[in-house]
């Protein structure tokens, strides 16, 4: 049984349909990443996935129980959430923001116990924030900020970790950090569901890509079967080159940045 | 390794120093006025009244008589609908996630404002005293779910749709009121009197109602109070931690409109409070809606108290207290802002 188990899902923002018939399993221990143009409908398929949204037609089980069945709170310690922005208009500290990771494992009137403390300690030692932990989060840089979303997500401490476009606005040191970081939870028998724009960034981390077109599914596999020339141009309209590099020790794509002389 | 907990214990010392100078405030502004009385004789009778006893040393009798049944209902009134308008301003910045919001942002004023100029208008006070503070209540009421159900989609309630709402209503709800002023005639100075605000002849009555508004909304904001920090990231955030944003919204907004409009029908519309309290603790305490809730509705207590003390028995001739607050309160929200942005953002 797999963990997260979409059946046939669809949805649409009243005429217009986003998600179309999509299927798709998460397993315990596996990096998947989803990849498609902008408005494939990726971030949509995602709301679903986080119960966001409910699907107009298909279902979404997890562990084995309905996805509507779980309450807020009991969803939010299976699964947790990078967003892609961050914009926070009160002037809370690092270390308070990380320790509402813990939310969803403190009950209403309890105070953060050890356990809590520790396990945001370790998250803001894992994305280098530890030392930003007195600071406030609308003095910190938008890479700074980013990986403190990632600590909080980590402190969560959840089976499953869902990024939507979580490294689109960093730079490439930050990029790799948090992807280093979230495999190692992948390792340790995690599951990542991760919206991604850098296909080579995909194909370096993920052990499973969803290639979504116009709503759809249309292709599923690991990334060396799927990230390649024919099926990138029907999806992405370009043309590319995919070859195992030696020098990142993965699969990884060239495109061809200019136009050709003719 | 940075100390992860120790900005989240409760500010006892903060709480302590203003409870402390809420009962003195309330004790030396009962002995100001027209009749001055030393705090000493006000403790001696509110604690004879309180205790059952006669205050003893042969004090005027006048004195228990002004203190009592004069004073202390308009003193607590208006500490009460201070601090009340204070925490349900802490709700709506909190939820509106917008820290220009204020307990009228979602036109409960205009609707209270509309309901009681309706009823000034058809001079309905003939049939009994509180008609008209029960129309300001039902006109409040009305507007609050006219504009939730304006600013619902798929059952979803967005922050910036329902700012947005609100002041489509509160516009249109203006122009009625200015449409009543019209047909007023001789009446509109009653109108415009009663918008501007007055805690003047409150009775025991009053002060029982709005003690019950701001307990609740104490306890709910409370109850809340981690929620509504978490709330602060946004829905998709929010949810994602494991809060019902939407359920928890909905709830929020109905009780801080509800404990606002029974503000408002108590002692008209008073402005800035709601607004510049919860900004003036959130630079003391810091975001954390769990401090800021009791913190802002001691110092919205004592704000209004003593704004009220001031018009009633400092200046010459009273003022209305919701131009009172504006006045003293907007310039003093200027400095603090400004001390705030040169200081940066430390």
Redesign the interface.
């Known amino acids: 049984m797999a963990f997260l188990d979409a059946h046939n899902i669809s949805y649409a923002y009243g005429d217009n349909a986003v998600v179309r018939d999509v299927s798709l399993a998460l397993e315990p221990g596996k990096f998947y990443g989803l990849i498609g143009p902008n408005g494939s409908g990726k971030t949509t398929l995602l709301?679903l996935l986080?119960?966001?949204r409910r699907p107009s037609t298909g279902t979404i089980s997890l562990k084995g129980q309905e996805l509507e069945s779980y309450?807020?709170?009991?969803?939010?310690?299976q699964?947790?959430?990078i967003?892609q922005e961050?914009?926070?208009?009160?002037?809370?500290?690092v270390?308070?923001?990380?320790?509402?990771?813990r939310?969803?494992h403190i009950p209403?009137f309890a105070?953060?116990g050890p356990e809590d403390?520790a396990v945001?300690?370790e998250a803001?030692v894992a994305l280098a924030v530890?030392?930003l932990?007195?600071r406030?989060i609308?003095?910190l840089s938008g890479g700074e900020k980013q990986r403190v979303v990632a600590a909080r997500a980590l402190a969560?401490d959840t089976p499953l970790l869902?990024m939507d476009e979580a490294t689109a606005n960093l730079d490439i040191q930050h990029t790799i950090q948090i992807f280093q970081v979230v495999r190692r939870k992948v390792e340790q028998g995690g599951i990542v569901l991760a919206a991604i724009h850098d296909l080579n960034l995909a194909a370096a981390f993920c052990d499973e890509i969803f290639l979504l077109k116009e709503g759809r599914l249309h292709a599923a596999g690991p990334p060396e079967e799927i990230l390649v020339p024919t099926t990138i141009d029907q999806v992405f309209a370009i043309n590319c080159q995919a070859t195992f590099n030696n020098f990142n020790q993965s699969h990884q794509i060239s495109f061809q940045w200019r136009q050709e002389k003719s | 390794m940075t100390d992860i907990n120790h900005h989240n214990s409760p500010p006892y010392m903060l709480l302590m120093a203003l409870s402390l100078a809420l009962l003195l405030g309330i004790i030396v502004s009962a002995g100001m006025g027209y009749l001055a009385i030393t705090p000493g004789e006000v403790a001696r009778i509110i604690w004879a009244k309180i205790s059952g006893g006669s205050p003893a040393g042969g004090l005027d009798p006048t004195f228990g008589y002004v203190v009592w049944d004069v004073r202390l209902p308009r003193i607590l009134t208006a500490a009460l609908v201070g601090g009340s308008l204070a925490v349900a301003g802490v709700l709506f910045q909190a939820i509106l996630l917008n820290p220009l919001a204020d307990p009228y942002t979602l036109g409960v004023s205009s609707g209270a404002a509309f309901g009681a100029s309706l009823a000034l208008l058809i001079n309905i006070t003939v049939i009994t005293a509180f008609s008209v503070p029960l129309f300001a209540f039902l006109g409040a009421v009305a507007t609050l779910f006219i504009v939730l159900a304006l600013a619902s989609v798929d059952g979803r309630l967005g922050t910036n749709t329902l700012i947005l709402s609100g002041v489509i209503v509160a516009a249109i709800l203006s122009a009625g009121i200015g449409f009543i002023k019209h047909l007023a005639d001789e009446q509109v100075a009653v109108i415009i009197f009663w918008l501007m605000g007055s805690f003047a002849s409150r009775t025991w009555a009053h002060v029982m109602l709005v003690l019950a508004a701001a307990i609740g909304g104490l306890l709910i904001a409370f109850f809340y109070g981690r929620d509504l920090n978490i709330m602060a990231l946004g829905q998709r955030s929010s949810d994602s931690l494991g809060v019902d944003t939407a359920r928890t919204r909905k709830i929020l907004l109905v009780v801080g409109s509800l404990v606002t409009a029974t503000c408002v029908s108590v002692s008209g519309i008073i402005g800035f409070i709601g607004l510049i309290t919860p900004h003036l603790m959130r630079f003391i305490v810091g975001p954390d809606n769990r401090k800021l809730v009791p913190v802002s509705f001691l110092a919205g207590a004592i704000l209004l108290l003593g704004a009220d003390t001031l018009t009633r028995a400092v200046l010459p001739s009273e003022v209305p207290i919701g131009v009172l607050t504006a006045l003293i309160g907007g310039p003093f929200f200027c400095y603090i802002f400004r001390k705030k942005q040169l200081h940066g953002l430390s």
């Open positions: 709301d986080i119960a966001n309450s807020r709170q009991k969803l939010a310690r699964m947790a959430l967003p961050f914009d926070l208009g009160f002037d809370f500290r270390s308070e923001i990380v320790l509402m990771g939310h969803p209403r105070s953060p403390l945001s300690q803001m530890d030392h932990g007195d406030l609308t003095a969560q869902i």
